[in-house]
């Protein structure tokens, strides 16, 4: 792709222009790089840099005001993996991830497809859908908090009902079985978490599943129809497996902010009675900016950017490679 | 067909239900916002209050003002400058391909998934050193440096779009690299520009960590302002309201007028382009 040169009739000034276009575009290159060259600089010191750094502070004995970097090997990841609030905070944000994905997959895409049946009023209904995603974790966390107070919000409708679940102050955990320190299941008081995030990201999973079934021509629709495929079947057997590449990019996008989640629980409950709604990023937070535990809160840093790697990494690589070949 | 005609009212039902929960929040911010303070009331919280009564606003606009303005004093130089970085490295990493450039352009995708937490030590102790920390330049950096990887890739995108054939007639009448993007390129990327002004725009103001670990008091955004609201006891839930309200205006806002440029934006944070 690079500069064909263009082949004109009249010989010598072609050659002319040829040796100073060269120089031209050596020269140009040379800025390009120039002016590539600080963002270059700064991702390398700001990202890769600094986590190498953490890392290092990680195996250091810097759990005080005062820095001590005297290498302690894994002591500090091995005093997470007893931790009970460390193993409370894993076990919270597995069960927030898988609910948390879940639900926003599945509520996206089947409003996606209502939202597909050249209805009236669909910009009216996408744009209520969507604004959440507008607003601050802190903002969500906020009116949530007050919507989802066991003594006010929806409970005041539900006592009709006879119901009055205690949201995020719920201590128990479903299908708890003791393991070690801690009780490994679903805790109640994270579904309150998830409810309020579902809110917020749910316009995601439907912004992305609407332009992939923009994408998708009618006439295949009408093929399968014709076809004698009932209308079930089309979305089951044609739609959702071509919207396969979309569901991995939101599966991968939420999951990543899933793992890394800190401002909507902070601002909305907090860590929890008994660590019920606690996730890493908040103990890191506390533990390092709060409690002076640098090097623990490295520790939980390093374990939460490798489970994210883990999957941005082959997603990284795999959605790069199938485009360096275009344009 | 008939399966589907069958079924219109009962999908307008299921969507009409839906938006009405997905607005809920909003009636909860904008009737509490408005109560008195003696009808802010637990049991009460659903009802329409009995008379306007805007102190709540008042009395959340005097506690937030000033990090509302720094967070404007934050969010416009960092959106200028990060939107510009991105053009110039999108442009690069388009049209000025090396060996190496594709590589390149992934390891800085990384920096975009990273949890932040595992960089926040090592930058608290660098702002410290050069003197930024808590304050709004230290944050203007932070958000320029760490939306590079975002911006160049909503820009590199835009790019691939621009014909090879354009920038080759331009060398051939003898533009240059600086000319090309100045004369070219950014004309042809407005729109491209708007979408990154308004990604960054939003990001940055409802950032949180950052805020919240690199600003003390009175250097802080508003974000970490309402969380400090919230968290405090004796403050009312009706100025918890209005603050909520008033720290999530100029992104719904945007959203309201520009809100197709902000999906496009989303859109476009999926790697793919």
Redesign the interface.
Known sequence: MDSPIVVESNASPVIKTKLKRKKRFSMDFTLALLFLLPSVILIAIFVYGFIGWTGYVSLSNWNTLVPDFSFVGLKNFLFLFHDFRFLSDVRNTVVFTILFIGIVLILGLVLSIFLDQKIRGEAIFRNILFFPMALSFVVTGVVWQWILNPSTGVNLFLKKFGIEPLWYTDTHILAGVKLGQIEVGAPVAIIAVVIAAVWQMTGFSLAMYLAGLRGISDELKEAARMDGATEFQVYWKVIIPLLRPITVSVIIIMAHISLKIFDLIYSMTGPGANFVTDVPGVYMFETTFRGNFYANGAAIAIIMLLTVAIFIVPYLIISRRGDSSGS | ?A??RLS?PM??L??IV??LL????VY??LV?SVKPLDQVT??D??KLPTALDFSSYQVAFEKLAPNFLNSLYLVIPATFLSAL?GA??GY???K?R?KGS?I????????M???????????IQ?LRNIGLYNTIPGLILVHV??G??IT?LMFRNFY??IP?SMI?SA??D?A???RIFYYIMIPLSLSGFVVVAIWQF?NI?????FA??ITTSDQQPI?VA??NL?GSQIVQ?NV??A??LL??LP??L??IFL?KY??KG??A?????
């Open positions: 067909m399966l589907r219109k999908l307008y299921i969507l839906l938006c997905f607005l809920m929040p909860v911010i509490t637990l049991s919280m659903w970085l110039l490295n690069v990493l388009s000025w090396f594709e390149l352009f992934t390891a800085i995708l990384f920096g998934f990273i949890p932040y937490q595992s960089i926040l030590i090592p930058l660098f440096v760490y590079i990887p160049t691939a779009n090879f080759e060398k051939i003898g240059g690299f600086l939003t103001w409802n950032e949180f960590l919240v670990t974000m309402l969380q919230s839930w918890q309201m603050g909520a720290a999530a992104t719904l945007v959203y809100g902000f999906v989303l859109l944070g999926s790697v793919k382009g």
